[in-house]
């Protein structure tokens, strides 16, 4: 025994000290050991408080998540942090790095809390698709109240040990700045609750929390109901909801049984192991498989960014968010003049939004400084090349960059598609060069496609990889192709939103089969926000005519809601899109054209003409390597273009499908269509003849 739990005796406390890297999960065995040592302590006669601490980096970061896909061990979870609430001795939780999700719970069995300063805890479940499932929607109602405990739960954000303080969740505060100790605080407090008889404080047992919300239900209700406005298509924040309703109307006891229902329910069901591969996806993105292990990431502490265009500003802003000086350069003089304009406007936006002062919109504008000549590059450790897609343009930029950057700078082009090899091969040091391509809008979303050229080194691609996760991106490592992951995908599915509209599917009914699927807009809303004109003139440039539709409107001046005209109407001021009565006969016209026989396109056609496409595309991709793995598509479609979380990605999507489902349908359409990119790629073709899937991939 005693393997990952160990006690130690001080003044007669009893430490428990767990000690699980890296995040310390409540894994099977440390159940085990916490319950076999909480036990022991209680029965020492010598002991007469106890103390919970971890070792290394954090305390309990909540259940071992790779124990959801195995039968349940017990001890179970909820019954180990009852028999931690009943000890008729005190225990003391000492919370450090982040106490989340189950670690968040067993701190709220303890009986008193001392956390360090640094400290942050929460209940992040739903972001699993999950609720807290060992008591945390029991508890936690019951100590702060149940208005403040769904947001807690519904959001899923930790909080700071400071605001833990004010709320009450946590009794004491240790500065470590000051030379604190949290492991003799919170033996010190253990041997204060000893001698000054501190009544022992079972959360399960409190109910002033609550009682004042028992009789005033429609008010928890009208809460409940903003908290869930924006969760629309998952499952997990309703059952939260019903559960911390569940506290305030049941006993704790009975509340604590359903509680495990939902979270049983939740855990067996596909939005949580949908979510939940995320959670993995997201961490194995980040790796690069034949990366020598002695690499490291150059340091970034200036940066350079080329183009003070959208791009670039918010490229910009990236940076000086995480607290990186930025350079924007523009040659042309207005264009800077704008671009920093627009970057101090954006930051007073922000400000003026969430309650930031003029101070905090200071401090981030100093740190980006404009420049009108490339010279300004000499002295950055990395430089994002953010100019409008223009090979010629970009090969001249590189050329430049080569003579006037510092010998080991990274030198990053932002192309959404261009060939990262071409543009390396416009500098003698090809090595350096790699693709870093953010998304619109760069402040904001969260995705970094990292382009990894022929020639570049494994040292910039690290550092690229580094300083991307640094500002609080998630990079996923691609190959070059053209449009590379996400784009190529992209296109992919343009040509079937177009084919579905030339048959007679409606934007209105491609967009409602793509929100009923669980995107936030459809991809017509989204072509008229973001500007017909920008895939249009970028489909003039390598002669595509996968978009006749698009490209008619765009022809017609109709950029959609720029111009208040695209796939949809838009009245003055307005961004709710009006169905246009007479884009029927345009689309018609083009149809008639092209030959395509018009009819009734049913909503499950449109779910599968786009969403397998997509599919499709993302098998070929991985048959050329240009993605690592299937699970990297899935990170780059949730990250970067707002695929339902709920769904895990289109690859994920498939395997839940099925291969054989996906490869005979596609056969079916495009059979019916004669359109030969809707042909199962060989390895969509080989899972279905095998039964296998993209997630073994
Ligand atoms: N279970 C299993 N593995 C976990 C884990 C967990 N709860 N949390 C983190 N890990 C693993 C990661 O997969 C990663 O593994 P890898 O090195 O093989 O890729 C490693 O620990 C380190 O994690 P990060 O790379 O994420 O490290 P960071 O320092 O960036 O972040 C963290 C640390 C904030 C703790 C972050 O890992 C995190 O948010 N973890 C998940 C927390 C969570 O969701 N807890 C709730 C779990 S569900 C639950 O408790 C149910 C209960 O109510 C019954």
Partial sequence: MAQVVGIEIEDGVAVIVADNPPVNALSADMRNELMWAIETAEADDDVTAIVVHCAGRTFFAGADIREFDKPPAPPMLP????????????????????????????????????????????????????????????????????????????????????????????????????????????????????????????????DDGIAAARSDMAAFDEHAAGLLARKKGLDAPRACIDSVKNAILLPFAEGLVKEREFFMELKNGVQSAAQRHLFFAERAAQRVDDMPKDVKPGKVDKVAVIGAGTMGGGIAMAFANAGIAATLIDVKADALERGLATIRKNYERTAARSGKGEDWVNERVARITGADSLQAVSDADLIVEAVFEDMALKKQIFGDLDRLSKPGAVLATNTSTLDVDEIAAATGRPESVVGMHFFSPANVMRLVEVVRGAKTGFE??????????????????????????????????????????????????????????????????????????????????????????????????????????????????????????????????????????????????????????MVNEGARILEEGIAARSSDIDVIWVFGYGWPVQRGGPMFHADQVGAGVVAGRLSELAEACGDETLQPAPLLAKLAADGGTFGKL
């Fill in 79 to 206: 019954d180990l942090i009852d028999r931690i609430e009943a000890s008729s001795k005190p225990v003391i939780a000492a919370l450090h790095g982040t106490a989340l999700g189950g670690g968040f719970e067993v701190a709220l069995g303890c009986h008193f809390r001392v956390a360090v300063a640094s400290a942050k805890m929460g209940l992040p479940e739903v972001k699993l698709g999950l609720l807290p499932g060992a008591g945390g929607t029991q508890r936690l109602p019951r100590l702060i109240g149940p208005q403040k405990a769904a947001d807690m739960i519904v959001s899923g954000d930790p909080i700071p040990a400071g605001k833990a303080l004010e709320l009450g969740i946590v009794d004491e505060i240790v500065d470590e700045g000051s030379g604190g100790d949290l492991r003799a605080a919170a033996v010190a407090f253990a041997k204060k609750a000893v001698v000054e008889e501190l009544p022992i404080r079972r959360i399960s047992q409190i």
């Fill in 460 to 613: 910039a691609l690290s550092t690229a990889i580094a300083v991307s996760k640094q500002i609080g991106k998630v990079p996923v490592t691609v190959g070059v192709c053209h449009g590379f992951v996400g784009n190529r995908m992209l296109y992919a599915r343009t040509r079937q939103v177009e084919r579905a509209m030339l048959e007679g599917g409606s934007p209105q009914a491609i967009d409602k089969a793509m929100t009923d699927f669980g995107f936030a807009m459809g991809p017509l809303a989204v072509s008229d926000l973001a500007g017909i004109d920008v895939g249009w003139r970028a489909r003039k440039q390598v002669g595509s005519t996968i978009a006749p539709v698009a490209d008619a409107l765009a022809e017609m001046g109709r950029f959609g809601q720029k111009t208040g005209r695209g796939f949809y109407l838009y009245s003055e001021g307005s961004r709710r899109g009006e169905p246009d009565p007479d884009l029927n006969a345009l689309i018609a016209g083009i149809a008639a054209e092209k030959g395509v026989t018009r009819r009734e396109v049913p909503e499950t056609e449109i779910v599968e003409r786009l969403i397998f496409a």
